[in-house]
Antibody
């Protein structure tokens, strides 16, 4: 069965960096696009970034202003989110999510989600 | 950016009742709309994609309809496990994906 397990969360000071990881299993990772989605405390869901199956295409939410970078290592079945210059408003649960990728490319919705990892930005 | 507005914000119903949730887009998203169920402490679960297609393993009591700017998620008869927050999400304006603000279905 599909499993997505995030790690790397925790408390980080404003302006510092953090890297999240998401280890995938139960499917052929290298053939699916992957996303990060976040949920701030008491708020709704916010899409963060997507990376195509081979890593050649990456897209981000406008609100991130170039501070985050998504990447993947298909040899390790893992997707990453590098978070730089973090701000208080980046405090959220971060979910990695799998794209069904059956739309002649990525579908841009999410058929499986990890349990999420909490990132708290605080001094 | 395409804004998705969900209504009502909260729906108070009893088990066995019918739930009708609305999602309205600020511009047409064709049929490229998905619905998710989200319970506290769990990841969101895909219910419906492309407006009316049930995802794998989703019970038939969940159905989606609509196109363009107006969409509906219907739960025909609420089970106890259906009380949760529901989000819609558009993919028409990819890669700028957006979610609605959510509808909470609570026990009356």
């Amino acid at each position: 069965q599909v499993q997505l397990v995030e790690s790397g969360g925790g408390v980080v000071q404003p302006g510092r960096s953090l890297r999240l990881s998401c280890a995938a299993s139960g499917f052929t990772f290298s053939t699916y696009g992957m996303h990060w989605v976040r949920q701030a405390p008491g708020k709704g869901l916010e899409w963060v970034a997507v990376i195509s199956s081979d890593g050649s295409n990456k897209y981000y939410a406008d609100s991130l202003k170039g501070r985050f970078t998504i990447s993947r290592d298909n040899s390790k079945d893992t997707v990453y989110l590098q978070m730089n210059s973090v701000r208080a408003e980046d405090t959220a649960v971060y979910y990695c999510a799998k794209d069904p990728s059956h739309c002649g490319g990525d579908c841009y919705f999410f058929d499986y989600w990890g349990q999420g990892v909490l990132v708290t930005v605080s001094s | 950016e395409i804004v998705l507005t969900q209504s009502p914000a909260t729906l108070s119903l009893s088990p066995g009742e019918r739930a009708t949730l609305s999602c309205r887009a600020s511009q047409s998203v064709s049929s490229y709309l998905a619905w998710y169920q989200h319970k506290p402490g769990q990841p969101p679960r895909l219910l419906i994609y492309d407006a009316s297609n049930r995802a794998t393993g989703i019970p038939a009591r969940f159905s989606g309809s609509g196109s363009g700017t107006d969409f509906t998620l219907t739960i025909s008869s609420l089970e106890p496990e259906d009380f949760a927050v529901y989000y819609c999400q558009q993919r028409d304006n990819w890669p700028l994906l957006t979610f609605g603000g959510g509808t909470t279905v609570e026990i009356k």
